[in-house]
């Protein structure tokens, strides 16, 4: 059976762990009407043109996982930031695990949405920003129909999470192939400030397939930074559908750290709804072996005098391949906007390849906008100059490619989560050199 | 301490050095002099490893052991330093941190431990200070926006951390105004001593008031064609090189 029947028929199964009598579960039934109609993406589809899901849809998932695995802490501490104290919302084959978790109802929310979606206290919030943010497509649909458990992340007006949340998926092989929908929600209200960091991990060589959706609510004055750290092992694919809205002088970022995966796609939609507002989206991949990493950004400049900027750096070796689709919309009414766009691309071998193409479309006549794409090698000539110093020649590429997307890291605020990715890309890079610039 | 014998050396199948002969002690300076297109620049990049030369003949020995075949890197380890005449401009990486992971790599070729921190400042600070930079400048990326002097101050101030036993100094006069060059000649003049050599290869008589050298030869179509002591340089300034290749 292909992957789209069974996840329609399997549908009805998937009802009868869920309450149907909340209105709630109205949103499920249509969206797996949507999905049915819709079905996933194909490379017939502009947007899907350089990414083709065939190789993983063709894995008989399971949608459910009939056992439960327990993972002791100490086996999985080095895919958390273990040296910051953070609140931590774990998932194990989808399912939450609360011995490795640490949540909160104090001040503000960090917990499962499967609670926020059955009790009471969190129905306010719930009927607003629930699956408002997103945009439907198959795959929103998909994760949609099933959408029970995930994060939940609410931060009342004038509220400062004191710690940052790091939302960790496991996948533990305990299923030949598994398909994951994590859906997430992120509520950000007036003057109010949060931090999040998301790993997806799969801890065996049997296939992962996540389909995530995130919303991400930033209001008013709002702060919200989001690291993504994307460096699963090969037989894990995933697809990241991140929607943010932003309000008046808000300011959202996401940091996307796609170092690995089978195919790796981040769907990244920032729409602007006030005036004032930043949001900076950031990325640096670096890929080797056959792997595949492609970064589809919409910007949407509703609103006058707003800004985004968007920074993206990838590294290719091997047969990797790298895609990057940056689309910013500016409207006629949005006035003074600026919005900056660039991808800076290294080959570091004749088999890689890099797609880049931004797209602009701009309505308004006063704005500042600007976009550059470059695909080029690391530099020669710097290379021999830094051989003549004594840094051999697989550091001194490691010290290049480390340059090439040193602003991006750069920006990256909290100091251990920046050791943190340093020592990843050390690692990926084979080098021992610390990466202190 | 350098030995170089009938060096051939060619890029894309165009052979730029002819047989090639210069014999540097330790302790010494070499003056290497000579019209534009003789070669001067290939000697110093092929001395220091640039693969896209190819020895097709010839030795090069450092301290009797011949460093022809070996990578850039691992003659930086055994004491060859080449300031260049066009230093590469590395937006990313401050000069610090080239300079401990240069240092530190190389200590980690010779079987040493990485530099404590305290000992890297306290040498960086040293050496910054003879070279007269600012230390605002150490954190700034590596030659990105420098001025050329201070790309040439900064080539210098790397010889001073790396103490290099053969250094070669390609052009490093060029582009620089009478202060900067007097701050780097006192620098070279003051990491000179009986266990190195330097070799500087320039167009110019100028740079040789500063940095006085024991001998001086003239580079002609990929040979060393005339060698003298500084007078020769004085006189080439004066006569130019025409009457060196009328004397062939």
Redesign the interface.
């Known amino acids: 059976m292909e992957l789209k029947e069974k996840l329609v028929s399997s549908f009805l199964a998937f009802e009868s762990t869920v309450d149907v009598k909340n209105p709630l579960h109205d949103i499920r039934t249509k969206a797996i009407k949507d999905f049915e109609a819709f079905g996933f993406p194909t490379k017939k589809v502009e947007a899907w043109k350089y990414t083709s899901l065939n190789s993983v849809l063709k894995n008989d998932f399971a949608l459910f996982p009939k056992s439960e695995v327990a993972i002791e802490y100490k086996d999985v501490k080095k895919y958390f930031i273990h040296d910051l104290d953070t609140y931590k919302i774990v998932f194990i084959d989808g399912v939450y695990s609360s011995h490795l978790s640490s949540t909160t109802h104090d001040k503000f929310d960090v917990c499962l949405m499967s609670s926020a979606l059955t009790q009471n206290r969190f129905k306010a919030v719930i009927d607003v920003y629930f699956n408002k943010i997103a945009k439907q497509d198959g795959l929103v649909a998909l994760n949609t129909a099933y959408s029970k458990e995930g994060a939940y992340v609410y931060l009342p007006k004038n509220t400062a999470g004191d710690k940052p949340i790091e939302i960790v998926h496991f996948s533990t092989g305990s299923e030949d192939a598994m398909l994951l929908q994590p859906r997430n929600l992120i509520v950000v209200e007036d003057n109010s400030e949060v931090t999040v960091i998301e790993r997806h991990q799969s801890l065996s060589e049997n296939k992962t397939f996540t389909n995530s959706v995130t919303e991400i609510y930033a209001g008013r004055n709002a702060h919200v930074d989001y690291y993504k750290i994307q460096n699963d092992t090969n037989s894990a694919s995933l697809i990241d559908n991140t929607f943010t809205d932003q309000y008046d002088h808000s300011v959202a970022s996401v940091h996307t750290f796609a170092f690995g995966g089978e195919i790796t796609r981040n769907n990244l939609n920032f729409t602007q709804k006030g005036q004032g507002i930043d949001s900076i989206l950031n990325g640096v991949t670096i890929l080797e072996g056959k792997t595949h990493v492609d970064h589809n950004t919409l910007v949407e400049h509703t609103e006058p005098n707003c800004e985004s900027h968007q920074d993206y750096k990838g590294i290719f070796d091997e047969k990797s391949t790298g895609v990057f689709n940056g689309k910013i919309v500016v409207d006629q009414i949005a006035q003074k906007t600026n919005a900056f766009q660039s991808n800076n691309n290294v080959l570091l071998s004749d088999k890689a390849t890099v797609n880049s193409k931004p797209q602009l479309e701009i309505f308004a006549d006063d704005v500042k906008c600007s976009h550059g794409c470059t695909i080029g090698q690391l530099?020669e000539?710097?290379l021999?100059?830094?051989?003549?110093?004594?840094?051999?020649?697989k550091?001194?590429k490691a010290?290049?490619m480390?340059?090439?997307?040193?602003?991006v890291l750069d920006s990256v605020k909290i100091p251990q989560l920046k050791t943190r990715i340093n020592a990843l890309i050390a690692e990926k890079l084979g080098v021992s050199?610390g990466f202190?610039? | 301490m350098l030995e170089i014998k009938n060096l051939h050396a060619s890029i894309d199948e165009k052979e730029i050095l002819k047989g090639l002969n210069l014999s540097v002690k330790a302790g010494e300076v070499h003056a290497i002099m000579g019209p534009n297109g003789a070669g001067k620049s290939t000697l110093a990049a092929v001395v220091?490893?640039?693969?896209d030369y190819e020895v097709t003949e010839g030795s090069i020995e450092l301290e009797g052991e011949d460093i022809g075949e070996l990578?850039?890197?691992e003659?930086?380890?055994k004491g060859?330093?080449?300031s260049?005449q066009y230093?590469?401009?590395?937006?990313?990486?401050?000069v610090t941190?080239?300079m401990k992971?240069?240092?530190?790599?190389?200590r980690k070729?010779r079987g040493l431990e990485d530099m404590p921190a305290r000992d890297m400042l306290k040498k960086i600070k040293e050496k910054s200070e003879l070279l007269e930079i600012d230390s605002k400048f150490l954190s700034r990326?590596l030659n990105e926006g420098f001025s050329g002097g201070e790309k040439k101050r900064n080539e210098i101030f790397?010889m001073a951390m790396?103490e290099p036993k053969v250094a070669i100094l390609d052009e490093t006069d060029s582009g620089l105004d009478i202060d900067a060059l007097r701050i780097v000649a006192n620098g070279v003049n003051k990491l000179k001593s009986n266990d190195n050599a330097v070799i500087v290869i320039t167009h110019y008589q100028r740079l040789l008031e500063y940095i006085v050298p024991d001998y001086v030869h003239v580079l002609h179509d990929g040979k060393i064609v005339k060698s003298g002591t500084k007078e020769l340089a004085l006189e080439l300034e004066e006569k130019g090189y025409d009457w060196i290749k009328a004397e062939l």
């Open positions: 530099d000539s710097a021999f100059y830094l051989k003549t110093r004594g840094i051999p020649e550091e001194g010290l290049l480390y340059a090439f997307a040193n602003n050199i202190d610039l | 220091s490893g640039k693969e990578g850039a890197d003659r930086a380890h060859v330093f080449l260049f230093p590469v401009e590395i937006p990313g990486v401050s941190n080239f992971t240069a240092i530190n790599e190389t070729a990326s790397q790396l």
